[in-house]
């Protein structure tokens, strides 16, 4: 029973994870907001050693793809970073709105 509660007590430990905020910026608003567009990337690493933003680019890349006549405007970006032990994943979410020009 003891072992049963310890083997179960470290699995959770391994699930639990800390999301931490990094930064949010905000362009201006634009008046008209009826197209909201939204996206988000991710990128896994090992006790914090990065070895690329590349997935930084593929957010912007999705973002046009949803846009690709109108003006994109009102761009709201997260980047926030979620540790699970040794584990981390850095992820940016994107919202926008597409008017059209």
């Known amino acids: ?14 699930l639990t994870g800390c999301t931490g905020l990094n930064t949010v910026s905000m362009t201006q608003v634009p008046a008209k907001r009826d197209n909201i567009i939204t996206t988000n990337s991710s990128s896994w ?3 914090g050693i990065n070895f690329s933003n ?9 973002l046009k793809a949803q846009c690709p ?3 994109i405007e ?4 997260k980047h926030q970073t979620t540790g699970y032990i040794l584990v981390f994943k850095r992820e940016i979410i994107v919202s926008a709105y597409c008017n059209e020009v």
């Open 45 to 47: 690493n090992f006790i």
């Open 1 to 14: 029973m003891l072992r049963n509660t310890i083997s179960y007590s470290l699995f959770a430990l391994l």
């Open 54 to 62: 590349a997935f930084a680019d593929q957010a912007i890349e999705n």
């Open 69 to 71: 006549t109108g003006k």
């Open 74 to 77: 009102g761009v709201y970006t």
